[in-house]
């Protein structure tokens, strides 16, 4: 994050409670083996204390920051058993000015089910929402999005950025008139559509679709059908949810989920 975060205010806006949800129950089996939390990964360093200059900064740390920079001081963490190093590493989130609480994962059958667990302590809140994993530039992104939700009162309101290529097999976002989508393209071969998604903000209506959605398609995960984020969203507007897209930066983000990622992500160290 760029040292002029850390110096602007951190103003409340008129709008409800805003909490992050971060899903942390991957298993990161394409970058295998590592010895920490995929979440953990340590791709550049942060100002540090008055006895060391700098600390590494792991991943999901970035997320975290953009939360905070957008005023959002409360977040929690969905964990799969065992990845006990990521509260051992952000504790209570004082590093962060933030509150960061821990949720254990239920049924491991992809990304709405482990979003669920959240369900009784976000029901009443507007959700800030990214992947741990994934980077992106635009120290203002969710300040963007929940600018763009308070204005426009749509369900979901999901960040955009452009695709790496047309055969990335990233979800692809179908919208019109410049914010009103109106398809979720799940992980296409290949696609002529521009842009793909990252973050999101929804509101309690999204929050109690996805506990709804999750219940009826339990049936067909236990068959083995593992349901993504794209899923649901697309579930949603099918459902008549009001789900509007907002362009949040023009350089495409980076998901360190694979060798070549991570490779580019530890290079670069731009974010």
Not at 46 to 57: D, V
Not at 211 to 229: C, F, I, Q, T
Request: aromatic share 12%; charged share 20%; hydrophobic share 40%.
């Amino acid at each position: 994050m760029h040292e002029h975060m850390s110096k602007m205010p951190l103003e409340a806006f008129s709008r409800d409670e805003v909490v992050g949800l971060i899903p942390a129950g991957g298993m990161a089996t394409r970058i295998a083996p590592l010895p920490c939390s995929k979440e953990l990964f340590p791709i550049g360093f942060r100002r540090g204390t008055q006895e060391h200059a700098s600390c590494p900064k792991v991943v999901s740390h970035y997320l975290l920051e953009k939360m905070r920079y957008a005023g959002i001081s409360r977040a929690y963490f969905v964990l799969r058993p065992g990845k006990w190093d990521i509260p051992a590493y952000f504790g209570d989130g004082s590093m962060l000015d933030m509150n960061l609480a821990y949720l254990m994962l239920g049924a491991p059958y992809g990304v709405p089910f482990t979003l669920d667990q959240a369900y009784p302590f976000v029901r009443r809140a507007t959700v800030a929402f990214g992947f741990p994993d994934i980077l992106f530039e635009s120290d203002d992104g969710f300040i963007k999005l929940l600018d763009r939700q308070l204005t426009t009162h749509a369900d979901v309101t999901l960040g955009l950025f452009p695709a790496n290529d047309p055969y990335s097999q990233e979800d692809r976002v179908n919208f019109k008139n410049g914010y009103q989508v109106r398809e979720i393209v799940l992980r296409p071969l290949e696609s002529e559509l521009r842009y793909s998604w990252a973050i999101a903000v929804w509101n309690l209506n999204f929050t109690q679709f996805l506990h709804d959605y999750v219940r009826e398609n339990k049936p067909n995960a236990e068959r083995g059908v593992e349901l993504s984020a794209g899923h649901a969203l697309q579930a949603a507007i099918q459902a008549g949810l009001r789900v509007e897209s907002l362009i949040v930066n023009e350089k495409p983000y980076l998901d360190i989920g694979t060798p070549k990622n991570l490779l580019r992500a530890v290079k670069d160290n731009v974010w």
